[in-house]
């Protein structure tokens, strides 16, 4: 006997942020486009199956500038995340030089993933950590008490002046629109140690630091013309810490301040800050997350993707961002020789938990998919940039283009047993259409991936459907 539920998409539901404008889906480029920006092949793979509508179709990229740790340190162990730097000092000229081929591999990938994602295309710059030789400690992975500030105190400005001088090039010198620029990650943490093995890192107090370093960013930005270009905070780890935060902007910073940025790997407070920016009218991306975590019952390789689908759909209902964005689309790589001196992690086990939904062999340059990329796409490929959201419930996300009337609902069922729902949209609109279904279930090799079932009418703006045991399914309803 099959559960009966009624899911009611209403107007009253409507995301506000943004005007109610979805802006879109996206990834970090840090660490992966580093690791694999040396092949060509792996390259064109990455922006085809991210970016092109044949694959995710993601329209957001952030591209880190890193911060280039002092070159005799060899702390760094993971083979993708030693970013090198574009500023570097010469000890026997005591000259600051730039170097603009030091970071190709990651340029590499951001030019192929921008030509795929189209018009849509939006580029953040962000940064983990300033050059070493303008840190406290000397090392970029973090001063030597982690809960204090590694930037040196006279280096603000000079910091912001790197910054604005890297999007300055990407965006005039390569031809890249450059969206927005987010000078710190995740600041008010202690995370970034000193000579940590994991990636850079830098800790800034909540308060007058941020205000510090957003307010110099925005100088520098503007004195570089890039006057389009938005100023972006604090991305943070915690949505209650990104609260925090927030209420110590100054009036100055808030008002320079376009855009909020948070990260909900610690999402305690998160409905608390969606409400606080509809209350401020401020714009809001999720801008970075993931976990190695599983969803469903008994779902072997489906675990992953349901726990990443109902991470999704819990994000944006509980915040309501104008845009979602996983940390690395690649986590995972392969290959006998390593990178940098350092061996790779090789390949997780895919009935359980793993970061990414794709990982690279170098050996064999190719990238290999997972089911947790194609969750992904059920939300990517059908509910795209200028949508506007509309919250439903737990495990159903909805969107509407209001332009053309075309509804997209994601819906996941992580029950084993299958469970007809009733879809209700008359509070939309009141005519017979077109519905046409795509779903993901099983494993990657004889489950379905995005695979079409039969199209259906519906009337009077009603329909039921059965939704399968430990799967995804998106309706487009035309």
């Known amino acids: 006997m099959y559960l009966q539920n009624t899911v009611k998409l209403q107007t009253k539901n409507y995301s506000q942020t943004n005007n109610g404008v979805f802006e879109g889906w996206g990834t970090s480029l840090c660490w992966w486009a580093h690791r694999i920006g040396y092949s060509p092949e792996l390259t064109k793979k990455s922006g085809e199956l991210f970016f092109s509508k044949k694959g995710l179709n993601l329209n957001i990229m952030r591209y880190n500038i890193g911060g280039g740790d002092d070159p005799t340190h060899k702390h760094i162990k993971r083979t993708d995340s030693i970013i090198p730097g574009w500023l570097n000092f010469n000890n026997e000229t005591k000259e600051y030089y730039y170097d603009y081929t030091a970071d190709t591999n990651q340029l590499n990938v951001l030019k192929e993933a921008y030509k795929n994602a189209g018009e849509n295309a939006l580029v953040e710059v962000f940064s983990n950590s300033s050059p070493y030789f303008m840190t406290k400690s000397g090392c970029t992975s973090g001063n030597k008490n982690p809960n204090y500030n590694n930037l040196k105190e006279e280096c603000y400005t000079d910091f912001a002046e ?251 069922n992580s029950q084993k047993a299958d469970v007809t729902k009733t879809f209700d949209l008359n509070d939309l609109n009141k005519v017979t259409g077109n519905v046409e279904v795509i779903r993901t279930s099983g494993n990657l090799k004889d489950g379905e991936n995005w695979a079409k079932l039969p199209s259906f009418k519906y009337v009077n703006a009603t329909f039921n459907y059965t939704i399968k045991g430990n799967s995804i399914t998106t309706f487009i309803i035309k």
């Open 162 to 412: 790197y910054i604005a001088h890297v999007t300055e090039y990407i965006n005039n010198k390569l031809n890249i629109n450059v969206y927005c620029v987010s000078p710190m990650n995740e600041p008010n943490t202690d995370y970034w140690e000193y000579f940590s093995e994991k990636q850079e890192g830098c800790h800034y107090d909540p308060g007058e630091s941020q205000n510090k370093m957003l307010i110099e960013t925005a100088k520098a930005i503007k004195n570089k013309g890039l006057r389009k270009v938005k100023i972006v905070g604090s991305d943070e780890t915690s949505t209650e810490k990104q609260l925090e935060e927030y209420h110590l902007y100054t009036y100055e910073v808030k008002k320079i301040l376009d855009r909020v940025n948070v990260h909900t790997y610690i999402d305690d407070k998160t409905k608390e800050l969606g409400e606080l920016m509809q209350k401020e009218n401020k714009n809001i991306w999720m801008s970075e997350t993931d976990w190695s975590n599983v969803s469903g019952e008994n779902a072997g390789e489906m675990g992953a993707a349901l726990w990443f689908g109902e991470k999704i759909i819990s994000d944006i209902n509980a915040l309501s961002p104008s845009a979602w964005v996983i940390w690395l689309v690649i986590d995972c790589h392969r290959s006998k020789q390593g990178f940098m001196g350092n061996k790779d992690s090789g390949f997780p086990s895919t009935n359980n938990g793993y970061w990414g939904v794709a990982f690279a062999d170098h050996d064999e340059k190719e990238i290999y998919l997972s089911k947790k990329y194609y969750a992904f796409g059920q939300f990517s490929r059908y509910v795209r940039p200028g949508d506007t959201i509309i919250h439903i419930d737990s495990h159903t996300l909805g969107a509407i283009d209001k332009k053309t009337g075309r509804v997209t609902v994601v819906a996941i």
